[in-house]
């Protein structure tokens, strides 16, 4: 896409998100922090990656094996 466009409209596309970036409201990591710890371990409980996947529900188990003779 950018190839097509010269300079000066790729400036002014960075312009514009410049723009939209500056007025985007800031939140310190601090005051965030602790939403996002006490989201992730209440989450936990049901995350696949940290308790696993039963062997029925499981869709990427080998259904059968190769044998080489």
Same mark, same amino acid.
């Given at each position: 896409m950018a190839? %097509?466009?010269s300079d000066k409209d790729i400036l002014k596309m960075e312009l514009e998100q410049l723009k939209l970036e500056?007025?985007?409201p800031r939140t310190a990591v601090s005051a965030t922090a602790p939403e996002i710890i006490a989201f992730v371990e209440a989450k936990s409980a049901e995350d696949p990656?940290?308790?696993g996947v039963p062997? %029925?529900?499981n869709p990427f188990k080998e259904k059968g094996g190769? @044998? @080489?003779t």
């Amino acid at each position: 896409m950018a190839r %097509d466009m010269s300079d000066k409209d790729i400036l002014k596309m960075e312009l514009e998100q410049l723009k939209l970036e500056v007025n985007t409201p800031r939140t310190a990591v601090s005051a965030t922090a602790p939403e996002i710890i006490a989201f992730v371990e209440a989450k936990s409980a049901e995350d696949p990656l940290i308790k696993g996947v039963p062997e %029925d529900k499981n869709p990427f188990k080998e259904k059968g094996g190769c @044998i @080489i003779t």
